[in-house]
């Protein structure tokens, strides 16, 4: 089975995220880029299906170049192709995004001489979370797509996906060629190798110039929420505050 | 926080492993009413303590560094937080095993157990080793990992429990409080203000690992220092490492020629490099504790840089490719522009104090060294003058200079540095107004700091020919070395020699103080009549030595202090920390207002007395005398002067000469000269050769404070009436006779065991027994080669260094290891010379 | 007359939560459009009827009951081509639901079937004559984006983000005029209809816990969580965890709570050993009321929290249990 997997570099970081001074983005100066979290997993699904069932998986993203980081991250973690479709590093909408993309599938289609039995997106990006751009390009490729699935096992013309759902899971039979937006906890996805690493430097990377007419969603600025000043009352600093919380747990009603 | 203190004592700032150190030795000195603050989190702040690797080496090739090692090894395993898990450095090239072989040396030099191993005895103790990549490998049992951030909080809970130490994490320094000092060109730390409030300090310290230097700058001051990036990456899981089940259970590994090594982490392998290319940041682009993914010093991973060293673990461990990289970082660690530590008090703040750049291998010991240095005035466990943050000239505090330099020492973190290396980026800082004309002569310049000093000139090669001199037969001893300098110091004693001494620093003293002032400062006597001078050691207050300098009595309230450029910038903080605060003394740096130029040789009388009329006999001009002359150049008159004095051992002068009129004074010495044999002479000869012959010490060499003057062999008969530094101490010393001797060595044969000629590189070298047993003294102090250099007017090799005083007899002999082979040598002199001992050459 | 269209959710007739949240939201945003914009609300598939009631009681004027062969389970495809369908039917302004995984998908099943554009996830909205301006989330709640959305002549097409908005009920009830909707749904949207489920946890979820008990990296061990689930136990909770936590393979992806695994809303949640990262806060930040137990003092979690411990969590989570024991007589 041949899989696409598109993937977003998204920033990576810790407790606070600041927002550059013009609004347009975040700071990112000294955090380090990583693939959105639900698309890591969603190649980590691809490498492992392709692994025991055969068939190529190729990545592609759509950003700065510097997304190229991305691409080789997935080939040393088992992807077989990557393809960047370069931005002028802004952050482009969904609707601009979605046509890019397509049009970057197609050309690829076009090049392999067949569809992509499977189309992997991440449910939403680590960042903007749009929640729409896998749904857009499914459409326009005409193919079905399913979001929030946390398990996938290929069938015969046909993939079985697990979306979740509180408490279980909804099970969808899918005909194939089909698109899936995936989230984390259907694998934990590997670490690269270090032989994984160094092969990833000799994988070609394919460049597909794109463009697209902005959509109507603009992002005007960033910023951070107002700043909670911090009211919490400290009840102690070893286990005799346990008499004070259990006071609490059993005020909210939740000793019964 | 209500409790948040308003005044103390001393404020650390930092709890990494240097802050959480000192605050724990500093209440095993007695001190109280302690205030240590943290930017970050407690027990990891965020600093680069908390990703260390963790692992110690205890053999360096400096001294400083490697006592200290070992002394913070043994802390560590006083504390139970260190684990012996040995170590190894293998060789892959002939260059390696050469410098494996000095690396043998110095752990005998500083008593280190260790053994030079076979590939296949490397592949026995790491049986997952690639021992077709190597040639052999240098084992040393003592290697040690260690806790750092449980030994810090262990040191730092210490404190709190025996000296009341506050500790308050998450609390930010905003600002340093600086009050102005009554002696011009001093400050005094007042307080530093922090996010949680404001402390009123008589002490603050700044232990702050890369920050250290924004912290510093707030305090207008300067600790030279920049973050650089240490890229390391964890792999695994491993079966072999697995079933270990220990965090160490095989011994460290450096791959040393790709600059990389290879240290289990339990189950995993860490994998650390000083290969990659130099990455530097500046403090403020160190993201905080909140913005970091990981923690502010462990910054995104930039695999590209680090694909090369992948490539060469796996070609040493190939276990390695398969296992997963689950922790990659670009680890953010502390350089400086001379790879040294910033410890001691900043030298234009009072009482502010640098505990910087120091890592996890030497914390303990450093933070020692700096609480010691509070507590008595100086440290008492080692001379920390390499790692003085007084060292450091103006032009050594600029970013632009930190940086260059800090990118071009950090690939020698595993490299092979000759002890003469000089450095390559920002040359010619400070360069003397003869420049043009030592750049005629063919002057091959070292650095003394930021000083260019000509070491030899190109120009005298023809001298080889007629001295029968020759380069030497390995390429190392070679190495920053040339016979040219042999062939000036024959010349020199043979006829006469001039050298360019613009690097030496000049003090002035001035003022109706200024003659008490120096009198304090220095072991001899200095109220003396005008025209007369002095040499005479510093001492720190515990009798050691601080300087070794020369001061000139010009008139009844002007001193001129004469000192090395190596110990300038050392010398001046000692002033004006010890400067009468009641304006009776005046300092001022005249370095830059007078070249000195040395003149020296059987011709040197012969020579200027062509361009002057004065009376330079030994009457006119006697020894240690300064007389102000007249010279006739062909600029005109030029009036100069002349200190009889000699580092060399020939008769002549120290001239010193208006900064611009120093090209007139050289030209026309040169002219008259041009009969008498005269050459240019580098500082090959000045600082080696011809002070090696005659037995004269230096400053940072045989001149350390853990020795005094009697055992340097420079005591008086008597000892002045005055107070000074150090009195009291140094009448225990003279009391107590030496322990130890200041002893010439000559070495009787220089073949190795391959037939080659050998000679000793300075750089600590052994001095041991025939039985090739290390030699200590009663205090515990290793005779080790001081000095070492060809004496060719003697016509032997020589070396400097102490001896227990019971072995110190000319006639004894002894060894001294070199690249791992005994080489026999005879004590040639003890206090004295080997060369011309009755000094007939210098009063003649 | 303009309407704004709130797409509601329910499973096989038993009422979503969110619809509350949804009308609340739905009656603030079609008072600030428009003047005389009507508030039409549509609930698909089986069961939908019985629930129409519900919808008017919360201020729908109309309620589309849409109905088909297609509709009986959820079928993203299905279910936005109805919405698509009645939107264009009705000549809607704008169609909202709100962020919850199906309300999301809907929308945008909805945009790329329209081909216009959809901004999910808002805190507020400014509808506008022409170009609408809203502040929606990014980073899972951690930045606030202002954007405005231009559709041309289409419809705006939103979601308020999941708990961005505070139910509450409708001042007064509305009309909840009831009108059948029959699209008309090609065969082949079948192919993403639900065809089975596997409902795997009985009792109560981490979603729905009304105490959560969570640990991170610092509770040391896979084993270290025996505590937690003890004190979970006895308080009628679920034990949560960290990503770290998930990383290090010590508890499963389905007890993360975060941006990239569950959002909770507990009545208390009690985290320890959790600095509060990004990434887990904007999973907790909906709980009611936050306990914090770390020994980091400014770690964000306990920043954040109403109450925080400042102790070992091996020493406080064990003396909790144990007083719940004592008071409970156990």
Same mark, same amino acid.
């Given at each position: 089975?041949?899989?696409?997997?598109?993937?977003?570099?998204?920033?990576?970081?810790?407790?606070?995220?600041?927002?550059?001074?013009?609004?347009?983005?975040?700071?990112?100066?000294?955090?380090?880029?990583?693939? #959105?979290?639900?698309?890591?997993?969603?190649?980590?699904?691809?490498?492992?299906?392709?692994?025991?069932?055969?068939?190529?998986?190729?990545?592609?993203?759509?950003?700065?170049?510097?997304?190229?980081?991305?691409?080789?991250?997935?080939?040393?973690?088992?992807?077989?192709?990557?393809?960047?479709?370069?931005?002028?590093?802004?952050?482009?909408?969904?609707?601009?995004?979605?046509?890019?993309?397509?049009?970057?599938? *197609?050309?690829?289609?076009?090049?392999?001489?067949?569809?992509?039995?499977?189309?992997?997106?991440?449910?939403?990006?680590?960042?903007?979370?749009?929640?729409?751009?896998?749904?857009?390009?499914?459409?326009?490729?005409?193919?079905?797509?399913?979001?929030?699935?946390?398990?996938?096992?290929?069938?015969?013309?046909?993939?079985?996906?697990?979306?979740?759902?509180?408490?279980?899971?909804?099970?969808?039979?899918?005909?194939?060629?089909?698109?899936?937006?995936?989230?984390?906890?259907?694998?934990?996805?590997?670490?690269?190798?270090?032989?994984?690493?160094?092969?990833?430097?000799?994988?070609?990377?394919?460049?597909?110039?794109?463009?697209?007419?902005?959509?109507?969603?603009?992002?005007?600025?960033?910023?951070?929420?107002?700043?909670?000043?911090?009211?919490?009352?400290?009840?102690?600093?070893?286990?005799?505050?346990?008499?004070?919380?259990?006071?609490?747990?059993?005020?909210?009603?939740?000793?019964? | 926080?209500?409790?948040?203190?308003?005044?103390?004592?001393?404020?650390?700032?930092?709890?990494?492993?240097?802050?959480?150190?000192?605050?724990?030795?500093?209440?095993?000195?007695?001190?109280?009413?302690?205030?240590?603050?943290?930017?970050?989190?407690?027990?990891?702040?965020?600093?680069?303590?908390?990703?260390?690797?963790?692992?110690?080496?205890?053999?360096?090739?400096?001294k400083?560094?490697?006592?200290?090692?070992?002394?913070?090894?043994?802390?560590?395993?006083?504390?139970?937080?260190?684990?012996?898990?040995?170590?190894?450095?293998?060789?892959?090239?002939?260059?390696?095993?050469?410098?494996?072989?000095?690396?043998?040396?110095?752990?005998?030099?500083?008593?280190?157990?260790?053994?030079?191993?076979?590939?296949?005895?490397?592949?026995?103790?790491?049986?997952?080793?690639?021992?077709?990549?190597?040639? %052999?490998?240098?084992?040393?049992?003592?290697? #040690?990992?260690?806790?750092?951030?449980?030994?810090?909080?262990?040191?730092?809970?210490?404190?709190?429990?025996?000296?009341?130490?506050?500790?308050?994490?998450?609390?930010?320094?905003?600002?340093?409080?600086?009050?102005?000092?009554?002696?011009?060109?001093?400050?005094?730390?007042?307080?530093?203000?922090?996010?949680?409030?404001?402390?009123?300090?008589?002490?603050?310290?700044?232990?702050?690992?890369?920050?250290?230097?924004?912290?510093?700058?707030?305090?207008?001051?300067?600790?030279?220092?920049?973050?650089?990036?240490?890229?390391?990456?964890?792999?695994?899981?491993?079966?072999?490492?697995?079933?270990?089940?220990?965090?160490?259970?095989?011994?460290?590994?450096?791959?040393?020629?790709?600059?990389?090594?290879?240290?289990?982490?339990?189950? #995993?392998?860490?994998?650390?490099?000083?290969?990659?290319?130099?990455?530097?940041?500046?403090?403020?682009? +160190?993201?905080?504790? *909140?913005?970091?993914?990981?923690?502010?010093?462990?910054?995104?991973?930039?695999?590209?840089?680090?694909?090369?060293?992948?490539?060469?673990?796996?070609?040493?461990?190939?276990?390695?490719?398969?296992?997963?990289?689950?922790?990659?970082?670009?680890?953010?660690?502390?350089?400086?522009?001379?790879?040294?530590?910033?410890?001691?008090?900043?030298?234009?703040?009072?009482?502010?104090?640098?505990?910087?750049?120091?890592?996890?291998?030497?914390?303990?010991?450093?933070?020692?060294?700096?609480?010691?240095?509070?507590?008595?005035?100086?440290?008492?466990?080692?001379d920390?003058h390499a790692?003085?943050?007084?060292?450091?000239?103006?032009?050594?505090?600029?970013?632009?200079?930190?940086?260059?330099?800090?990118?071009?020492?950090?690939?020698?973190?595993?490299?092979?540095?000759?002890?003469?290396?000089?450095?390559?980026?920002?040359?010619?800082?400070?360069?003397?107004?003869?420049?043009? +004309?030592?750049?005629?002569?063919?002057?091959?310049?070292?650095?003394a700091?930021?000083?260019?000093?000509?070491?030899?000139?190109?120009?005298?090669?023809?001298?080889?020919?007629?001295?029968?001199?020759?380069?030497?037969?390995?390429?190392?001893?070679?190495?920053?070395?040339?016979?040219?300098?042999?062939?000036?110091?024959?010349?020199?004693?043979?006829?006469?020699?001039?050298?360019?001494?613009?690097?030496f620093?000049?003090?002035?003293?001035?003022?109706?103080?200024?003659?008490?002032?120096?009198?304090?400062?220095s072991v001899n006597?200095?109220?003396?009549?005008?025209?007369?001078s002095t040499y005479t050691p510093w001492l720190t207050?515990?009798g050691g030595f601080h300087s070794d300098l020369t001061m000139?009595?010009?008139?009844?309230?002007?001193?001129?202090?004469m000192t090395g450029a190596f110990d300038?910038?050392r010398d001046?903080?000692?002033?004006?920390?010890?400067?009468?605060?009641?304006?009776?003394?005046?300092?001022?740096?005249?370095?830059?207002?007078?070249?000195?130029?040395?003149?020296?040789?059987?011709?040197?009388?012969?020579?200027?007395?062509?361009?002057?009329?004065?009376?330079?006999?030994?009457?006119?001009?006697?020894?240690g005398?300064?007389?102000?002359?007249?010279?006739?150049?062909?600029?005109?008159?030029?009036?100069?002067?002349?200190?009889?004095i000699s580092y060399v051992g020939?008769?002549?002068?120290?001239?010193?000469?208006?900064?611009?009129?120093?090209?007139?004074?050289?030209?026309?010495?040169?002219?008259?000269?041009?009969?008498?044999?005269?050459?240019?002479?580098?500082a090959?000869v000045y600082a080696v050769g011809g002070r090696i012959e005659k037995g004269y010490r230096l400053m940072g060499a045989e001149l350390e404070s853990e020795y005094n003057p009697v055992e340097a062999g420079l005591a008086r008969?008597?000892?002045?009436?005055?107070?000074?530094?150090g009195?009291?101490?140094y009448?225990?010393a003279? *009391?107590?006779?030496p322990d130890a001797v200041m002893c010439t060595f000559?070495?009787?044969?220089?073949?190795?065991?391959?037939?080659?000629?050998?000679?000793?590189?300075a %750089?600590n070298?052994?001095i041991?027994?025939?039985?090739?047993?290390?030699?200590?003294d009663?205090?515990?102090r290793?005779s080790v080669v001081t000095t070492a250099g060809?004496a060719?007017?003697y016509?032997?090799?020589l070396c400097l260094g102490y001896l227990?005083v019971?072995?110190a007899?000319?006639?004894?002999?002894?060894?001294?290891?070199?690249?791992?082979?005994?080489?026999?040598?005879?004590v040639v002199a003890t206090t004295g010379s080997a060369f011309d001992p009755?000094d007939?050459?210098l009063?003649? | 007359?303009?309407?704004?269209?709130?797409?509601?959710?329910?499973?096989?007739?038993?009422?979503?939560?969110?619809?509350?949240?949804?009308?609340?939201?739905?009656?603030?945003?079609?008072?600030?459009?428009?003047?005389?914009?009507?508030?039409?609300?549509?609930?698909?598939?089986?069961?939908?009827?019985?629930?129409?009631?519900?919808?008017?009681?919360?201020?729908?004027?109309?309620?589309?009951?849409?109905?088909?062969?297609?509709?009986?389970?959820?079928?993203?495809?299905?279910?936005?081509?109805?919405?698509?369908?009645?939107?264009?039917?009705?000549?809607?302004?704008?169609?909202?639901?709100?962020?919850?995984?199906?309300?999301?998908?809907?929308?945008?099943?909805?945009?790329?079937?329209?081909?216009?554009?959809?901004?999910?996830?808002?805190?507020?909205?400014?509808?506008?004559?022409?170009?609408?301006?809203?502040?929606?989330?990014?980073?899972?709640?951690?930045?606030?984006?202002?954007?405005?959305?231009?559709?041309?002549?289409?419809?705006?097409?939103?979601?308020?983000?999941?708990?961005?908005?505070?139910?509450?009920?409708?001042?007064?009830?509305?009309?909840?005029?009831?009108?059948?909707?029959?699209?008309?749904?090609?065969?082949?949207?079948?192919?993403?209809?639900?065809?089975?489920?596997?409902?795997?946890?009985?009792?109560?979820?981490?979603?729905?816990?009304?105490?959560?008990?969570?640990?991170?990296?610092?509770?040391?061990?896979? *084993?270290?969580?025996?505590?937690?689930?003890?004190?979970?136990?006895?308080?009628?909770?679920?034990?949560?965890?960290?990503?770290?936590?998930?990383?290090?393979?010590?508890?499963?992806?389905?007890?993360?709570?975060?941006?990239?695994?569950?959002?909770?809303?507990?009545?208390?949640?009690?985290?320890?050993?959790?600095?509060?990262?990004?990434?887990?806060?904007?999973?907790?930040?909906? #709980?009611?009321?936050?306990?914090?137990?770390?020994?980091?003092?400014?770690?964000?979690?306990?920043?954040?929290?109403?109450?925080?411990?400042?102790?070992?969590?091996?020493?406080?989570?064990?003396?909790?249990?144990?007083?719940?024991?004592?008071?409970?007589?156990?």
């Open positions: 089975m041949n899989i696409l997997v598109c993937v977003k570099r998204v920033p990576a970081p810790g407790a606070k995220i600041n927002v550059t001074d013009d609004g347009q983005s975040v700071d990112a100066a000294h955090l380090g880029f990583t693939t #959105s979290p639900h698309e890591e997993c969603a190649l980590e699904e691809a490498v492992q299906i392709a692994e025991r069932d055969g068939g190529e998986v190729t990545v592609l993203t759509l950003g700065p170049v510097e997304a190229e980081e991305q691409l080789r991250y997935a080939a040393s973690v088992g992807a077989h192709k990557i393809i960047l479709v370069p931005t002028d590093g802004s952050a482009w909408d969904p609707q601009r995004t979605a046509v890019a993309l397509t049009q970057a599938i *197609e050309t690829a289609e076009a090049a392999n001489g067949s569809a992509f039995e499977l189309i992997l997106f991440g449910n939403e990006s680590a960042d903007s979370g749009g929640f729409q751009v896998g749904v857009r390009v499914a459409h326009k490729l005409g193919r079905p797509i399913v979001n929030a699935i946390k398990g996938i096992v290929p069938g015969d013309g046909s993939v079985t996906a697990n979306r979740e759902i509180d408490g279980g899971f909804e099970v969808y039979e899918v005909p194939t060629p089909a698109v899936l937006g995936v989230k984390e906890g259907i694998n934990l996805p590997r670490y690269p190798t270090m032989k994984g690493r160094l092969a990833s430097k000799k994988a070609v990377l394919e460049t597909a110039e794109i463009d697209a007419a902005a959509g109507g969603q603009t992002l005007v600025k960033l910023h951070r929420p107002p700043e909670q000043a911090s009211n919490t009352e400290i009840l102690g600093t070893d286990e005799s505050a346990a008499s004070a919380i259990v006071d609490i747990l059993e005020e909210i009603g939740v000793l019964a | 926080m209500s409790d948040f203190p308003t005044s103390a004592k001393v404020v650390v700032i930092g709890a990494g492993i240097v802050g959480n150190c000192l605050v724990g030795h500093l209440a095993r000195l007695g001190w109280t009413d302690m205030v240590l603050i943290e930017k970050g989190p407690l027990p990891n702040p965020g600093g680069s303590t908390g990703h260390a690797s963790n692992f110690i080496f205890p053999v360096d090739h400096n400083e560094m490697a006592l200290l090692g070992v002394q913070s090894a043994n802390q560590y395993r006083d504390m139970n937080l260190s684990v012996d898990s040995g170590g190894i450095e293998v060789a892959r090239t002939e260059e390696r095993m050469a410098e494996l072989n000095r690396r043998m040396t110095s752990a005998k030099a500083w008593g280190v157990e260790a053994e030079l191993l076979t590939p296949a005895q490397v592949k026995e103790l790491v049986p997952f080793i690639n021992d077709e990549v190597i040639l %052999g490998g240098f084992h040393c049992p003592s290697v #040690s990992v260690v806790d750092s951030l449980e030994t810090g909080t262990v040191m730092r809970k210490e404190a709190q429990e025996t000296a009341g130490l506050q500790v308050f994490a998450n609390t930010e320094v905003l600002e340093m409080l600086v009050d102005d000092d009554p002696v011009p060109g001093m400050r005094r730390i007042k307080g530093v203000v922090t996010d949680k409030g404001t402390i009123e300090a008589e002490y603050v310290v700044i232990a702050c690992g890369v920050w250290s230097n924004r912290i510093a700058n707030m305090a207008g001051t300067y600790i030279p220092l920049v973050p650089a990036v240490h890229q390391m990456a964890d792999v695994g899981p491993m079966d072999v490492l697995v079933e270990t089940n220990n965090e160490i259970g095989y011994p460290i590994v450096r791959d040393m020629d790709t600059f990389c090594y290879e240290r289990q982490s339990a189950g #995993s392998m860490e994998v650390g490099s000083y290969a990659h290319r130099p990455i530097l940041h500046h403090p403020d682009e +160190i993201p905080s504790n *909140e913005e970091a993914a990981l923690s502010p010093t462990e910054m995104p991973f930039t695999p590209d840089d680090f694909d090369q060293q992948m490539e060469e673990a796996i070609e040493l461990m190939d276990m390695l490719g398969d296992a997963e990289i689950k922790y990659a970082i670009n680890g953010l660690l502390s350089l400086t522009p001379d790879a040294m530590p910033c410890l001691g008090e900043l030298p234009d703040v009072r009482n502010l104090w640098s505990a910087a750049a120091v890592w996890v291998k030497e914390g303990p010991g450093m933070a020692q060294v700096v609480a010691e240095w509070m507590t008595y005035g100086y440290p008492r466990v080692i920390p790692s003085d943050i007084s060292r450091f000239y103006n032009d050594e505090k600029s970013d632009e200079h930190i940086w260059a330099r800090a990118e071009e020492h950090f690939n020698k973190t595993y490299g092979i540095v000759h002890p003469s290396e000089q450095w390559e980026t920002r040359r010619g800082l400070k360069e003397s107004s003869l420049k043009a +004309i030592t750049d005629g002569l063919g002057a091959e310049y070292f650095t700091r930021v000083w260019e000093r000509p070491h030899w000139y190109t120009s005298n090669a023809d001298l080889l020919e007629r001295y029968g001199l020759s380069e030497r037969e390995v390429e190392w001893d070679n190495r920053w070395w040339s016979p040219i300098i042999d062939a000036e110091h024959l010349n020199l004693r043979e006829n006469a020699g001039m050298v360019d001494l613009t690097a620093q000049i003090f002035d003293l001035t003022g109706p103080g200024a003659v008490a002032f120096a009198e304090y400062l006597k200095v109220d003396k009549p005008v025209g007369t207050p515990d000139l009595r010009l008139a009844e309230d002007h001193i001129r202090i300038g910038g001046e903080a000692w002033i004006m920390k010890y400067m009468p605060t009641d304006g009776s003394v005046t300092f001022a740096n005249r370095t830059e207002d007078f070249v000195t130029i040395g003149l020296w040789g059987p011709n040197a009388p012969a020579i200027l007395g062509k361009l002057t009329e004065a009376d330079l006999s030994q009457t006119g001009s006697p020894y005398s300064v007389r102000t002359v007249t010279l006739a150049t062909g600029d005109g008159d030029i009036e100069v002067d002349l200190f009889r020939d008769t002549g002068w120290e001239i010193y000469v208006p900064w611009d009129q120093a090209p007139s004074v050289w030209t026309a010495l040169e002219a008259a000269g041009t009969d008498h044999g005269l050459r240019p002479c580098g090959g008969p008597k000892v002045k009436a005055a107070e000074f530094i009195r009291e101490a009448l225990a003279r *009391e107590a006779g000559a070495v009787e044969d220089h073949t190795d065991s391959q037939g080659r000629q050998r000679f000793i590189q %750089g070298a052994p041991v027994t025939n039985e090739g047993e290390r030699i200590l009663s205090h515990g290793v060809n060719p007017s016509g032997k090799y227990p019971d072995m007899e000319i006639g004894n002999t002894f060894k001294v290891m070199y690249m791992n082979e005994l080489f026999p040598v005879t009755e007939t050459r009063k003649s | 007359m303009s309407a704004l269209l709130v797409v509601l959710e329910h499973d096989r007739g038993k009422w979503s939560e969110a619809n509350d949240e949804a009308l609340t939201a739905a009656r603030q945003l079609v008072a600030d459009m428009a003047d005389g914009a009507e508030l039409h609300a549509v609930l698909i598939g089986d069961g939908a009827l019985d629930l129409a009631g519900q919808a008017g009681a919360g201020g729908a004027a109309v309620v589309h009951v849409a109905n088909d062969a297609m509709l009986t389970d959820f079928g993203p495809e299905a279910c936005g081509e109805t919405v698509v369908q009645l939107a264009v039917a009705e000549s809607v302004a704008a169609v909202m639901a709100v962020g919850t995984s199906r309300g999301n998908e809907v929308l945008a099943q909805v945009a790329a079937r329209m081909d216009l554009p959809f901004v999910a996830n808002c805190m507020t909205i400014a509808p506008g004559a022409g170009s609408w301006s809203m502040t929606r989330v990014q980073w899972g709640g951690s930045l606030l984006e202002d954007a405005t959305l231009d559709s041309g002549d289409g419809p705006k097409l939103v979601t308020y983000g999941h708990h961005a908005v505070v139910a509450a009920p409708a001042a007064a009830p509305g009309a909840g005029e009831v009108r059948e909707f029959a699209p008309t749904l090609d065969a082949s949207l079948a192919r993403t209809i639900v065809k089975d489920r596997d409902v795997q946890t009985a009792g109560v979820t981490l979603s729905t816990a009304p105490v959560v008990v969570s640990g991170g990296r610092g509770v040391g061990s896979a *084993e270290g969580f025996a505590q937690l689930e003890e004190l979970a136990s006895l308080l009628g909770g679920r034990v949560g965890c960290s990503r770290a936590v998930t990383n290090l393979g010590w508890r499963n992806h389905t007890d993360q709570v975060g941006q990239t695994g569950t959002r909770i809303a507990p009545e208390i949640y009690i985290a320890t050993g959790i600095s509060g990262a990004i990434q887990h806060w904007v999973g907790a930040m909906a #709980s009611k009321r936050i306990l914090a137990i770390n020994t980091d003092a400014e770690a964000n979690m306990v920043a954040k929290a109403d109450y925080a411990v400042i102790a070992d969590l091996h020493k406080v989570v064990p003396a909790i249990t144990a007083e719940i024991k004592r008071r409970k007589g156990l």
